[in-house]
C-alpha cells in the first residue's frame, strides 16, 4: 500500500519561501513518475510540478517557473517542492502524487494519470 505524507505548508508574506515534503512509503518508487498539484477554493486541481524518480523527466507549469523546484532524496523516499518568491495566487492546498510508472506527454500533467495521492499540506500567501 502505497503512502504519501505531505508537510511543510503554512502562511508566508508575498516574496517568502516555504519547502514542501512527501515522504513515500510502501513501495521502491525508483520506477514511478510524481507529481506536485494544488487546488485553490472553487477551483479544479491545477498541476505544479512532476518528475521520474528515475530522472528521465522534469517539469513546471509556466506559472511557477524559475521559482519552484522539485527534488529528492532517494534514501528517504522523499520529494520535496522548494517555493521561492511565493505569491498570494499560489495560495492553495499542495497535494503529493505518485504514479506506478514514468509518464509520458500530457499525462504527467493530468490528475488522473497518478494513482496515490497525500491528504495535502496547505499554503497561504498574503499580500
Known amino acids: 500500500q502505497v503512502q504519501l505524507v505531505e508537510s511543510g505548508g503554512g502562511s508566508v508574506q508575498a516574496g517568502g519561501s516555504l519547502r514542501l515534503s512527501c515522504a513515500a512509503s510502501?513501495?521502491?518508487?525508483?520506477?514511478?513518475?510524481m507529481g506536485w498539484f494544488r487546488q485553490a477554493p472553487g477551483k479544479e486541481r491545477e498541476f505544479v510540478a512532476a518528475?521520474?524518480?528515475?530522472?528521465?523527466?522534469?517539469t513546471y507549469s509556466d506559472s511557477v517557473k524559475g521559482r519552484f523546484t522539485i527534488s529528492r532524496d532517494n534514501a528517504k523516499n522523499t520529494v520535496y517542492l522548494q517555493m521561492n518568491s511565493l505569491k498570494p495566487e499560489d495560495t492553495a492546498a499542495y497535494y503529493c502524487?505518485?504514479?506506478?510508472?514514468?509518464?509520458?506527454?500530457?499525462?504527467?500533467?493530468?490528475?488522473?494519470?497518478?494513482?496515490?495521492w497525500g491528504q495535502g499540506t496547505q499554503v497561504t500567501v498574503s499580500s
Open positions: 502524487a505518485a504514479a506506478p510508472s514514468p509518464l509520458y506527454g500530457s499525462n504527467r500533467y493530468a490528475p488522473y494519470a497518478y494513482d496515490y
Open positions: 518528475f521520474s524518480w528515475n530522472g528521465r523527466y522534469t
Open positions: 510502501g513501495r521502491t518508487f525508483t520506477r514511478y513518475g
